[in-house]
């Protein structure tokens, strides 16, 4: 199963949702990143904080639609921030579709404890999220089913 974590930007919180999705993922299971405006480049925090959990970082780029092209995914979850009036894009392709909002952590202001402390707080937020993910029983779930649990894995 292919999942694509869709953000604006791709220079962090989906890329932190690639990698873990990636890292946790079983056999079977892979995750790609795109942003709607990729901002060209992965920021630096995101790529250290993903090392500091042990979590690899090779072949994290920032990208746009062209990640998926050739090769659709099964499953688009947007990660941006709808409360904070962030535009998320829009997949028009077949999948399920599911939201799983997440405070940017780049926007935070403050010392350097304060960033990593958010940095930290969302890949933990995406580790919760992924690990409920592969709990599921996927073959026994139809999509608007799958699409429900994503739903319910969204409040986590």
Known sequence: MKVLFMCT???CRSI???????HLAPPG???ISSGSFPKGQVLPRSLSTLQAAGISTEGLYSKGNEAFEGSPPDVVITVCDKAAGEACPVYFGPAVKAHW?????SDIDGNEASIDAAFNTTLDIIARRCRA??????ASLSPAELKTELDHIAQL
């Open 9 to 11: 930007a791709n220079s």
């Open 16 to 22: 932190l949702s690639e990698a873990m999705f990636n």
């Open 29 to 31: 299971f892979e995750a």
């Open 101 to 105: 909002g997440l405070e940017d952590p």
């Open 133 to 138: 993910f592969f709990a599921l029983h996927f």
